[in-house]
């Protein structure tokens, strides 16, 4: 039986951070946000044939994706360094393994955004703001506790990579819809590998 870890849920509700006005870049001007977006980003112009219409329905849904895959990815760090326990080797080596194909679906998603003429918004700050997966608490120390944490997100994650599959299908993008399957065929994958552990 697995230790549920505190509850991810109650956690408060995120804000933004405080704006610091402090900060200014080398040559003097005001530094950029990196959460400025125009409300209606054009595209960039591209000979790639799927309608212009489509890709920008598409392109907001991927970086969508993107956030939470990447917010994944640290989570999969954050287990590999502060596992404890019995089991550390085997865990701190899966939970790397994990981390490396996650890292590569991220770069699928960002770049299937940038092939399609949008801009892959990856910063740290537009994943903390965009994000919908679980927090991943910083106290957890037992295997039992990451495997129950990160088994979590993992079918969290899953589950929204299906959803978007869908919404590919339905907006006509194929190599979306492929790319999105990769990602969660690995994602149950690696499911498996972690949940086994709890079975
Ligand atoms: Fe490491």
Known sequence: MATRRPDRNASAPRRAPASDNSRSTRDGSA???????????????????????????????LNQ?????I????????????????????LHELFDDIN?????????????VVQLGGIAEGTARIVAERTSLLDYPLTLRTGAEH???????LAQFGRSARMSIE??????????????????RGIDKWLWFVEAHQQ
């Open 100 to 112: 490396e194909d996650v890292e590569e679906y991220v770069d699928l998603i960002a770049e299937r």
């Open 167 to 184: 919404e590919m299908d339905e907006l006509e993008d194929a190599d979306s819809a492929d790319i999105l399957t990769e990602v969660s």
């Open 31 to 61: 530094p950029r946000d990196s959460r400025e977006r125009p409300d209606d980003p054009a595209l960039y112009a591209t000979k790639n044939t799927l309608p212009e219409d489509t890709r920008k329905q598409v392109i907001p849904l």
């Open 147 to 153: 495997v129950a944490a990160l088994s979590d997100v």
């Open 71 to 90: 917010d994944l990815q640290t989570q999969c760090k954050q287990a590999h360094w502060n596992v404890k326990g019995p089991t550390f080797i085997a």
């Open 65 to 69: 994706r993107l956030a939470e895959c």
